[in-house]
């Protein structure tokens, strides 16, 4: 099971860390990856990372301003967000599958989302 926390409400600019924790002793066998899907909108990738960290991948709108990161150790993957904008408010989904490269993930567990708001 995964379990995504840390969203919240947020001003134009603001940042925010989402943390999404894993149970059972397989993660780290795990690409891991965070979705968001605004209001009206379709669900879409926003980073991707391999199982021991070493690759990651983000979309254009996250390039620059969020790191995905992971401790297996902690089975727990992170997503920082800085700068972030209106444009930003959505849910924000973690997910746990297989990855190859680029954007090539596909997931197979998903955790509950947790809501960010980015206020102008």
């Known amino acids: 099971q995964l379990q995504a926390y840390g969203g919240g409400l947020v001003q134009d600019g603001g940042s925010l860390r989402l943390s999404c924790a894993a149970s059972g002793r397989t993660f780290s066998s795990y690409a891991v990856g965070w979705f968001r899907q605004a209001p009206g909108k379709e669900r879409e990738s926003v980073a991707v990372i391999n199982w021991n960290g070493g690759n990651t991948y983000y979309t254009d709108s996250a390039r620059g301003r969020f790191t995905i990161s992971r401790d297996n150790a902690k089975n727990t993957m992170y997503l920082q967000m800085n700068g972030l904008s209106p444009e930003d408010t959505a849910v924000y989904y973690c997910?746990?599958?297989?990855?190859?490269?680029?954007?090539?993930?596909?997931?197979?567990?998903w955790g509950q989302g947790t809501l960010v708001t980015v206020s102008s």
């Open positions: 997910a746990a599958g297989f990855y190859q490269a680029g954007s090539n993930f596909s997931p197979r567990y």
